[in-house]
Nanobody
Framework: QVQLVESGGGLVQAGGSLRLSCAAS????????MGWFRQAPGKEREFVTS????????YYANSVKGRFTISRDNAKNTVYLQMNSLKPEDTAVYYC?????????????????WGQGTQVTVSS
């Protein structure tokens, strides 16, 4: 089992940057694929990006491709989401998720463990 804690959210102006972190407990972090999802007010949760256990395979939603970068440091049990060129439509609660088995996925139902979320607000 793994516990996830997100940090790094906040308020930023359009065009700005933020870096989210997700710290995982446990010694088996390397066996999990990690994903970031987000949920805006009144909308369903949506996939943002994911990374496999070794970090050499990543997926991105079209809406963030070229602006967001996911990475992981298995020595620190942490996954990161670097968000650049932020837009007001990126405003949402961002959730970190872990999937057993190491292969990443676009689908939220594939992830067994979830963090509490961190708010990102982008002002215009």
């Amino acid at each position: 089992q793994v516990q996830l804690v997100e940090s790094g959210g906040g308020l930023v102006q359009a065009g700005g940057s933020l870096r989210l972190s997700c710290a995982a407990s446990g010694r088996t972090f390397i066996t999990y694929a990690m994903g970031w999802f987000r949920q805006a007010p009144g909308k369903e949760r949506e996939f943002v990006t994911s990374i496999n256990w070794s970090g050499d395979n990543t997926y991105y939603a079209n809406s963030v491709k070229g602006r967001f970068t996911i990475s992981r440091d298995n020595a620190k049990n942490t996954v990161y989401l670097q968000m650049n060129s932020l837009k007001p439509e990126d405003t949402a609660v961002y959730y970190c998720a872990a999937r057993e088995g190491g292969r990443n996925s676009y689908t939220d139902s594939a992830y067994s463990y979830w963090g509490q979320g961190t708010q990102v607000t982008v002002s215009s």
